[in-house]
Structures are given as structure tokens and as C-alpha cells.
């Protein structure tokens, strides 16, 4: 759960900091089909295998320690974890934009230096940064 919070997060932040890079103007640097497959198509694969694999406690082992069915809620599920989690993305999404706006400002792609390879290699790393933590 926390880490669908983060990668929406990653996501939209990357876009918001272009917003305020462009001043607002409402021009979206992710093109519109990548916006509608970041989650369906790039980023469902390890929620559904993780949902696909993931095991039940036995019961007998549920019954042996009660304490398992709190210690998701106090210790995975609080304030400090969430905040910590929203932090991560707020980093990687700064980084994230400043690398690839460094990597076009310095003009290390000058034949297609516009808008839509920007916001696809920025895509890139997104989805990239999201596969690689939700293993």
C-alpha cells in the first residue's frame, strides 16, 4: 500500500516540478498514453505477481503467535513509515527531473532536444526507479 502512494507519488512529482520549471502553463511533459499505461501496463506486473505469490501464515501459527495480525498494523502501517516513504519520492522525483533536465540543458541530445524525447527519457527513469524498488 505504502508503495502505491510512492510510485503515484514519483510520478505526478516529476510532472509537477516540470510545471513549475514551464510556469504553469498546463503542457504536460508525459505524452498521454504514457500517463494511461504508467499504471496498467508498467507498473501492475510486481503488485500482481506479488499478490499472485504471496502466501497466508497457517493457521496454527496464527493462532501460536497473535501478535503477527498487530504487527503489520503498528509497525508497517504508522505516520513515521508514511512520511518516510513520501520523502523517498519527493527526492527521487527532484533527482529524477534535474538529471534528465541536465542531461538536455547540457545538450547531450542536440538533434531531438524537445519536448516529447524530455519527457519520455524522464518517463523512463520512472519506470525504471518504480520497477526496481517494487521487486
Do not use: H
Request: charged share 10%.
Amino acid at each position: 500500500m505504502l508503495a502505491t502512494f510512492w510510485k503515484e507519488m514519483l510520478f505526478y512529482l516529476t510532472q509537477a516540478c516540470y510545471q513549475r520549471w514551464n510556469g504553469y502553463t498546463g503542457t504536460s511533459v508525459y505524452e498521454s498514453w504514457s500517463i494511461s499505461m504508467f499504471n496498467t501496463l508498467f507498473t501492475s506486473l510486481p503488485v500482481i505477481f506479488l499478490g499472485i505469490f504471496e502466501k497466508d501464515l497457517a493457521a496454527p501459527t496464527l493462532l501460536a503467535v497473535p501478535e503477527l495480525y498487530v504487527f503489520n498494523r503498528k509497525s508497517l502501517f504508522n505516520i513515521k513509515t508514511y512520511i518516510a516513504w513520501i520523502s523517498r519520492a519527493v527526492v527521487q522525483a527532484i533527482l529524477v527531473f534535474y538529471v534528465t533536465f541536465g542531461l538536455f540543458e547540457g545538450g547531450y541530445f542536440l538533434k531531438y532536444n524537445d519536448l516529447f524525447p524530455f519527457g519520455q527519457v524522464m518517463f523512463t527513469a520512472v519506470v525504471v526507479f518504480v520497477s526496481t524498488k517494487l521487486q
